[in-house]
């Protein structure tokens, strides 16, 4: 299996990122995925999470602000961010697993660097 995220960059603070993440080489519509970041000198942690029945779930601190979802169809997992804050300045991984409780021991992509500037 193989998964590579796309999207990240610098944005100012406020700002809007979108991060796209392509899966091959499983079935994707039966995965749970979600994304982690892991800012510098932190462990990753996962910030938002999505069933295979489309049920979300998203950390305290990007709830309201940070939206995923997916598209089963395209075998693509989505992140969008808006009001960006520094301490959003992570990289971003997409993963995806069999079930949540065990997603952090599914296939990782290499991450996208989001750089939020004040």
């Known amino acids: 299996a193989s998964v590579v995220e796309s999207g990240g960059g610098l944005v100012q603070v406020g700002g809007s990122l979108r991060l796209s993440c392509e899966v091959s080489?499983?079935?994707?519509?039966?995965?749970?995925a979600g994304w982690y970041r892991r800012a510098p000198g932190n462990r990753p942690e996962l910030v938002a999470s999505i069933l295979y029945n489309g049920m979300t779930d998203y950390k305290d601190s990007v709830l309201g602000r940070f939206t995923i979802s997916r598209d089963n169809a395209k075998n693509s997992l989505y992140l969008q961010m808006n009001r960006l804050r520094p301490e959003d300045t992570a990289v971003y991984y997409c993963v995806v697993g069999d079930q949540l409780a065990t997603l952090d021991y599914g296939t990782w992509g290499k991450g996208a660097l989001v750089t939020v500037s004040s």
């Open positions: 080489g499983r079935t994707f519509s039966n995965d749970a």
